[in-house]
């Protein structure tokens, strides 16, 4: 749904000292901190001039509307760019139409089809780029300019799903093996199973298609140029859909608020006005962002573990194992979840506006004045806050949902530990793996740890 960002160069220092912020690279800057929401890369007008305004010149041409108000470059030349970032070059009123883009522009499944599913997606956005440019010369396709895009500049095959053995056995390592989330990372129902052929290059080609539709699409449905936006909650979520995707055939998206010159513009993946969306905010959080596109999102984050409370782990006693009353043990346990809100409060509005590479500067720099790199730093006046989350939002708009419970908070504890003991593993593992998979796997490391920390020192009302 939306775009991943490219990885780039990072540095086991950043990591280190703070986790929880983005990675960015310049000609300056090899390496600041972790990738949370986007990587960032310095990208040259040359560059943005060329695939990116030939996609806005398409679109364009069959009626769109991509506002002159932004471009895919903030208004100060020769500064650090987000892969995929959409930004105001000038002043946005709240309700301003950004992007208009017609239903003829929308990819998905053939209209003439029965199969109107997202796997005929797939295979659609594989043939197109099989028959490529020369089709579209002959009036056969009307999306290569975006077909072009997905499959020869957009790096799906760095996503989860294309992972090695190494990185994805590091991951349920540091996950507990299905104890923490998210869960089925990794793992993907292959389209091909239905469209296979005797051509291995083909396959290869839908497994790519696959995982650009996982990705980009709003289930069936590639939505061009919209989705190089990137992702990002809270404040910052300033872009969005007008209507719902299901109800109107056209895609209209408007500002949120009120958006400053040099802004960065933010859509939300699971916090958006789509049917796609519909209580994506209560199961689709931060560790399934994580597991679909291989980056943890900047604040705020949205955390949830699900926990077997009343098992027993402890099996040293056999005595016991001939007890009667010892088969009625898993009736006993029952499953029960924790939810929260993750964000950093006291950031002055200078910080709130500030691109991902500022931040990650700022935030690095104050990182490396710590001594003891255990400590999670806060810079300035920031400071964490977590807000407990309930899947009822009727009663938790009545009533705040309580803290964990002492059994709840003993299990986090638990794995905490568990977490914090393999750190120097994880160091170790990653220097052996391929350098998009190390660099999210140590980012999430760190991110589920201090997601983890916070969450016991809140319930302890022992704030940081």
């Not at 709840?408 to 170790?428: E, T």
């Amino acid at each position: 749904m939306l775009h991943l960002p490219t990885l780039v160069t990072w540095s086991f220092f950043a990591f280190l000292y703070f986790p929880s912020v983005a990675s960015s690279s310049s000609a300056a800057t090899a390496a600041t901190a972790t990738a949370t929401t986007t990587a960032t890369t310095t990208e040259s007008s040359e560059t943005i001039g060329t695939t990116k305004q030939r996609l806005v010149a398409w679109l364009r041409s069959h009626n769109g509307i991509f506002s002159d108000k932004i471009a895919f470059a903030p208004p100060c030349a020769n500064v650090e760019v987000e892969a995929g970032g959409i930004y105001a070059i000038e002043s946005i009123a709240k309700g301003e139409r950004l992007m208009f883009i017609p239903r003829d522009c929308l990819f998905g499944p053939p209209p003439d089809s029965d199969d109107q599913s997202h796997c005929r997606t797939v295979k659609r956005l594989a043939d197109e780029y099989q028959a490529g440019s020369a089709a579209a010369a002959a009036g056969h396709s009307n999306f290569w300019p975006y077909v072009q895009y997905v499959f020869e500049e957009y790096p799906h095959d760095k996503l989860p799903t294309n992972w090695s053995e190494q990185g994805y056995n590091l991951i349920q390592n540091i996950l507990g093996h299905g104890y923490l989330p998210p869960d089925k990372f990794g793992y993907l129902e292959p389209c091909s199973y239905y469209y296979k052929k005797d051509n291995d290059s083909y396959n290869d080609l839908l497994d790519a298609a696959q995982r650009i539709v996982d990705s980009r699409g709003w289930e069936e449905l590639l939505v061009p140029v919209f989705d190089m936006g990137n992702h990002r909650n809270g404040y910052w979520h300033n872009m969005d859909q007008l209507h719902d995707s299901k109800t109107h055939d056209d895609f209209e998206v408007v500002a949120l608020r009120d958006i400053e010159a040099g802004e960065q513009l933010y859509l939300s993946y699971n916090q958006c006005p789509d049917y796609t969306c519909q209580e994506y905010d209560e199961t689709y959080m931060t560790p399934e962002i994580f597991r679909d596109y291989g980056f943890v999102e900047q604040y705020p984050q949205r955390w949830h573990f699900s926990m077997e409370i009343g098992r027993q782990d402890n099996t040293d006693d056999d005595d016991d194992d001939d007890d009667d009353d010892d088969d009625d043990d898993d009736d006993d346990s029952e499953y029960e979840y924790v939810m929260f809100e993750l964000d950093i409060v006291g950031a002055t509005k200078h910080q709130k506006g500030e691109s991902n590479a500022e931040s990650a500067s700022r935030r690095t720099a104050a990182a490396a004045a710590q001594e003891d790199e255990q400590q999670p730093p806060s810079p300035d006046t920031e400071r964490f806050q977590v807000t407990w989350l309930s899947r009822d939002k009727e009663a938790q708009q009545q009533h705040p949902p309580p803290p964990p419970n002492p059994e709840q908070i003993k299990w986090l504890q638990v794995h905490l530990k568990r977490l914090q003991g393999m750190r120097d593993l994880v160091l170790y593992e990653v220097q052996y793996l391929e350098a998009h998979e190390g660099q999210a796997a140590l980012s999430y490391y760190y991110a589920i740890t201090q997601a983890m920390e916070q969450a016991i020192l809140w319930a302890q009302n022992k704030k940081s």
